[in-house]
C-alpha cells in the first residue's frame, strides 16, 4: 500500500469538511488529489466503531503499534508513524 504523506500547504482543503491545512493539526494525502484532516478522521473513527460495536471487536480490524501505540486499519502491514512491522 502506498505510504500515505502529511501535507503542510495552506492551499490545499480537507476533501470531506472543506477546512484548510492551517485550520486543522493534520491534512494527509490519499489517492487522486483526496484529502482528509485529523478532525474527519477522527469523527469516521468513531462512526465506524460504533457500527461495528455489537458485530466485532474493533481489535480484529485495528492494530495497534506495540512500539509507538498508533492504530492502524487491519489491513495494513506495517504503522505509519514508525514502520514497525504488525
Do not use: W
Not at 495552506?10 to 493534520?26: D, E, T, W
Not at 483526496?34 to 480490524?61: N, P
Amino acid at each position: 500500500m502506498e505510504k500515505q504523506e502529511q501535507v503542510r500547504n495552506s492551499n490545499l482543503k480537507c476533501s470531506f469538511c472543506g477546512k484548510s491545512a492551517n485550520q486543522v493539526n493534520r491534512l494527509t494525502a490519499g489517492p487522486g488529489n483526496v484529502y482528509i484532516c485529523d478532525e474527519c478522521t477522527d469523527l469516521f473513527r468513531e462512526h465506524f466503531e460504533k457500527i461495528v460495536e455489537g458485530s466485532a471487536s474493533i481489535e480484529k480490524i485495528i492494530h495497534t503499534c506495540t512500539i509507538c501505540g498508533t492504530r492502524a486499519p487491519a489491513s495494513h502491514r506495517y504503522c505509519f508513524n514508525c514502520g514497525t512491522h504488525f
